[in-house]
């Protein structure tokens, strides 16, 4: 390779001088688009990781959420002592089934409840 006046070469590549220049002069117009462009990327990079921050916690409260869950007992509902509270009080199904839920299928505590006796629960 020869050198010549009006060419530069630098790391095994060869520029002329032209492209030196133009390189070096970067319209205003693109300067500014380059900005603005690398501003929205930072944008995006910075909802991208309040998103994933936001997540983080969401899956960090629902464990934790799901630690402080008591255990549900397990018991048995009887279909007399439902028959009983419905027919006795004059209550609706669904009422008696629910005293009866509350009360893990006590039949006197939920009995008590509806007539209202709290006193008699102690």
């Known amino acids: 390779m020869s050198k010549n006046p009006s060419s530069v070469t630098t790391n095994n590549n060869h520029v002329e001088d032209d492209d030196v220049d133009n390189v070096k002069k970067v319209p205003k117009e693109d ?18 990781e309040d998103r994933e921050a936001v997540s983080e916690i969401s899956r960090e409260s629902l464990g934790n959420l799901k630690m402080a869950q008591p255990e549900q007992k397990n018991f048995t509902i009887k279909r007399d002592d439902i028959q ?9 199904r669904i009422v008696a089934e629910a005293k009866l839920i509350q009360y893990e ?18």
């Open 84 to 92: 009983l509270i419905m027919q006795e009080l004059e209550v609706p």
């Open 31 to 48: 300067a500014q688009a380059d900005k603005q462009a690398a501003a929205d990327l930072e944008k995006v990079t910075d909802f991208h």
């Open 105 to 122: 299928g006590d039949l006197r505590a939920a009995i008590l409840d509806l007539i209202d006796c709290n006193s008699l629960l102690k």
